[in-house]
Nanobody, 121 residues
Framework: QVQLVEFGGGLVQAGGSLRLSCEAS????????MGWYRQAPGKQRELVAV???????NYADSVKGRFTISRDGAKNTVYLQMNSLKPEDTAVYYCNAVLRRYTLSGYSEHWGQGTQVTVSS
């Protein structure tokens, strides 16, 4: 069993900052990709930022220069530092991981339960 638990959502004024964290736990052999997605009301879930095991990162154009993703491999944790927040960043943010488990072959994808980020104008 694998579990992703997110922390750090909340309410912030425009221009403010928040830091999200997500810890993966369970029978994890290795994590290939960890990242963040978000879903605003009435919209599809979209990629925010991802980080691969080789250190590469990828960001949505809308957050480049404002958000920073980082990982702590020893803790199976991914962080999202969000600065200069805008009302349009309001959404439920989901942690995502693509990983290998001790008990199964191949890679599997897992999602956290989501954390609400609300940016007021």
């Amino acid at each position: 069993q694998v579990q992703l638990v997110e922390f750090g959502g909340g309410l912030v004024q425009a221009g403010g900052s928040l830091r999200l964290s997500c810890e993966a736990s369970g029978s994890i052999f290795s994590i290939n990709v960890m990242g963040w997605y978000r879903q605003a009301p009435g919209k599809q879930r979209e990629l925010v930022a991802v980080s691969t095991s080789d250190g590469s990162t990828n960001y949505a154009d809308s957050v480049k220069g404002r958000f920073t993703i980082s990982r702590d491999g020893a803790k199976n944790t991914v962080y999202l530092q969000m600065n200069s927040l805008k009302p349009e960043d309001t959404a439920v943010y989901y942690c995502n991981a693509v990983l290998r488990r001790y008990t199964l072959s191949g890679y599997s994808e897992h999602w956290g339960q989501g954390t609400q980020v609300t940016v007021s104008s």
